[in-house]
């Protein structure tokens, strides 16, 4: 509320405040008036005359008598008198006193609100003061205007967004689709790599001993170099744990080029305690790419946790072992067990015949089955002994094969 | 333009103002008669308590005339009646007279609005 009208609105307040009070005075004069008559009705009535001074005018009087002491007009209103004798005149006049307080009731209680009503008032004039009053202008037309440009505005965002989020849609897929070509071309690259280390490495140590490391990476052309070299480098060092470290800085580098690169490392483990303790250190160092654990595919975590085993707890071969007498045999070498165990490229190699047999290999490169094909008797086992038992029989009688099997088992 | 506008106001409001006498003439009739008949409704009262054979007096002029109680009652009733009757015309009239301050109250705002309105063009073209 602006101060000028809280200060008419006081000053609106003390005027009907005083005029309550001055009509409560006159009140209270009336109320004394009729208290004095009622004691004048009472003592009237003692003497049967009084001797009193008549008043003539405001200031004349005269020496005279009150007779009919008890009779008394009382004008009752409206210009109606009532004759009655001094007590029923005195009961009146009880009445009226009662009237009089009625009335002066009403007025204090008029009194006790107005008083009320100015205190608030002064409240709101020292609250004004501090308070500072907001006020909104409201005008509907411009209300109605607003809120059309309101409505086109939000249909135009909403449109934008949309529009927005299909381009990003495409977007994502373009990406997904150049991202694939990539990783295709880094498969042939990686294949033709790992054929070439894997002529390197071709000098008898068996693969549990080796310790070699191998990035994967999809990157382009001009970060294969450098990767190239880093690959180099680490697979040098003798603790993983370094390996890691020094490929999470390398990979970390190269990571925050714009071009985003996916570091794997593998690492062949001496044994399953080192496997594990190295494990959580990688799970530790690399939480910014992908986590630097060895595990590609499942054949790795036979690898890392029973790789350590020694040659005798390996599988058996699912292959034949070769038969010296065979004419299509490729190898040289008698009937010594082949020991086929899982290398570490996806394709299954047999090392005895892959260490003697070296001028086959340049032949089979190309393929993917770098082994040598041997082909056996069909009735030879892997079994040393019982690629012997066989062969007595034959110069000595013709047997159908399936019945030599037989009497080998029935002998068994 | 401004002109016209100008007299409609100064009519509107000419009536308005004669409709609010009006109004005021009435709400203090009201006012009084209001008085009078709580007056005669005590002398009702006095009267009633008064026992037959008691004198009862009315003022005419200088002269206090005697009056029977009987029928002094009734005139005092009479009088009561007559007085309700007045006090509901007037309040009748006093509704009707405020309905139309309102309406020509609500005129005379329309007519300033458009004053005003015609005065900020004459300024802007001006």
Known sequence: MEPAHVARLEAELEKAVQKIQEKVKQWNKYRDDYVALKERLTTLPDKVTHDIMVPFTSVAFMPGQLVHTNEILVLLGDNWFAERSAKEASEIVDRRIAAVDKSLGDFSEELKLLESRRHFTRDVAQESLDHREIREVYDEEEEKKWKEEHRKNVRRYHQQKREAAAKQEDQVNEDLWRRLDELEMQEARNNEMYRLSDDEDGDGKPPESRTKSRLIKWEDEEKLQLAGSTSEGSSSAADTNEETESDDEASEAQSNSPRKTIFFKHTEKVDTVHSTTSNSSQEENGDAQKPKSKINSPRDIYLQFAASSSPLDQPKSILKASNPGHPTDYTSQGRSQTICSPGPVSDVTCQDVETQNPALKPANTPQAFTGSVIERSSLSTSNTTEVQDPTPLQPQKRVSKFKAQRLQQEKR | ?126
């Open chain 2, 1 to 126: 333009m401004a002109e016209g506008l100008q007299k409609r106001l100064q009519g509107e409001l000419e009536k308005y103002q004669a409709v609010q006498k009006d109004y005021q003439k009435y709400v203090s009739a009201r006012q009084q008669l209001d008085a009078q008949l709580n007056e005669n409704s005590l002398v009702k009262e006095e009267l009633d308590r008064l026992s037959d054979g008691s004198n009862v007096y009315k003022m005419i002029g200088p002269v206090l005339v005697k009056q029977d109680l009987g029928e002094a009652k009734q005139t005092v009733q009479k009088r009561i009646d007559y007085i309700s009757g007045e006090i509901k015309r007037h309040e009748n009239t006093i509704k009707d007279l405020e309905k139309k301050q309102e309406t020509h109250r609500d005129n005379l705002n329309k007519i300033q609005h458009q004053f005003q309105q015609a005065q900020v063009k004459a300024a802007a073209r001006a």
